[in-house]
């Protein structure tokens, strides 16, 4: 027998939580329901959500506020459900630590498949240790070092050094990075280059001795950046 997969539902639509718990509940999702984003962290407690569907509209603190408070204490798989469907909002969402984005109206249809593919990843997503000259990555634990000293990260920041760091020495375009970090539905346009500089002059501060000497992430003109593997 499959086990029921808590989940917490955080929209003060009325409407929203008997029509998304009738639709759910036979493909084995228990949804609970509250209406403020400032509850989401006691709502959590009990039972444990193994999944939050998130909207971003709220009254007393909204959606993106709400899932930085969250993602302090917990690493629960977020999709953000919102009528606003801007393109930089969901890059916004996903780089504030959501892991799915979906725009309203939907149909329930569509947002199962994509709770059951983004239970399916997170059971998949990578473990082990990452090795790249000074740099460790723990990534069960998304924590990162440099010569044994732990940098602080964002989870997104953390996404980003590990999808270089699989690609160690090699050139990673700006495609298959927006592809790795904001998804396969995500458009892939100006907004999404200058999200991403913005996150790489982040990293650097954090990663290299001097930032405008970069000497690990190196930007790779006309294709995208590098981390470098010591030869």
């Not at 473990?127 to 997104?156: D, H």
């Not at 982040?202 to 690990?216: C, G, H, M």
């Amino acid at each position: 027998m499959t086990a029921t997969i808590p989940v917490l539902l955080v929209d003060d639509d009325e409407a929203l939580f008997p029509l998304l718990s009738e639709y759910l509940t036979p493909h084995g999702f228990a949804l609970r329901n509250v209406t403020n984003g400032t509850r989401i962290g006691a709502a959590l407690e009990a039972p444990a959500a193994g999944l939050v569907l998130l909207d971003v509209m709220l009254p007393g603190q909204d959606g993106f506020a709400a899932l930085v408070e969250l993602r302090k204490t917990s690493d629960v798989p977020v999709i953000m459900l919102t009528a606003r469907g801007d393109e930089l909002d969901r890059i916004e969402g996903l780089e504030r630590g959501a892991d799915d984005y979906l725009a309203k109206p939907f149909h329930p249809k569509e947002l199962l498949l994509r709770m059951q593919a983004l239970l399916r990843r997170r059971g998949d997503r990578p473990s082990g240790t990452l090795k790249v000259g000074p740099l460790t990555l723990e990534a069960s634990e998304l924590r990162a070092a440099k010569n044994g000293v732990t940098i602080v990260l964002t989870a997104f920041e953390f996404r980003l050094l590990h999808a270089l760091a699989q690609h160690a020495g090699k050139p990673v375009t700006r495609e298959t990075l927006a592809r790795e970090l904001y998804g396969s539905g995500a458009n892939y346009d100006p907004s999404v280059d200058r999200a991403l500089d913005v996150h790489v002059s982040k990293l650097r501060q954090k990663i290299e001795d001097d930032s405008k000497e970069p000497v690990l992430l190196r930007t790779v003109r006309g294709v995208g950046y590098l981390l470098a593997r010591p030869s």
